[in-house]
Nanobody, 123 residues
Framework: QVQLVESGGGSVQAGGSLRLSCAAS????????MGWFRQAPGKARERVAA????????YYADSVKGRFTLSRDTTENTLYLQMNSLKPEDTAMYHC????????????????WGQGTLVTFSS
């Protein structure tokens, strides 16, 4: 049973940075795709970034390209999301997710989820 635990959320000002972490435990050998989704109040959950561990291909939402960077530490089995130049519209609950197979866009196709970590803005 794979478990995902996120951390690193918090309150930031516009232009600030945060690094989210997703620690995976259990047998992750078949969890080929790992990524981050976010859900803002009243909005659908959207994929922010994902990485296919089989070939290293990484995918980003257009809204975060150039600002967010996804990386993976294989020794610690941890996925990171470095978020720079944060904007108020980045406010959301961020969830780590995984699945066996291709990195699809739809959150409905991911079977592994963490509890989420909240990113908010302070004026």
């Amino acid at each position: 049973q794979v478990q995902l635990v996120e951390s690193g959320g918090g309150s930031v000002q516009a232009g600030g940075s945060l690094r989210l972490s997703c620690a995976a435990s259990g047998d992750t050998s078949s969890t080929y795709c790992m990524g981050w989704f976010r859900q803002a109040p009243g909005k659908a959950r959207e994929r922010v970034a994902a990485r296919d561990n089989r070939d290293g291909n990484t995918y980003y939402a257009d809204s975060v390209k150039g600002r967010f960077t996804l990386s993976r530490d294989t020794t610690e089995n941890t996925l990171y999301l470095q978020m720079n130049s944060l904007k108020p519209e980045d406010t959301a609950m961020y969830h780590c997710a995984g699945r066996t197979g291709t990195c699809f866009l739809s959150p409905d196709l991911y079977n592994l989820w963490g509890q989420g970590t909240l990113v908010t803005f302070s004026s």
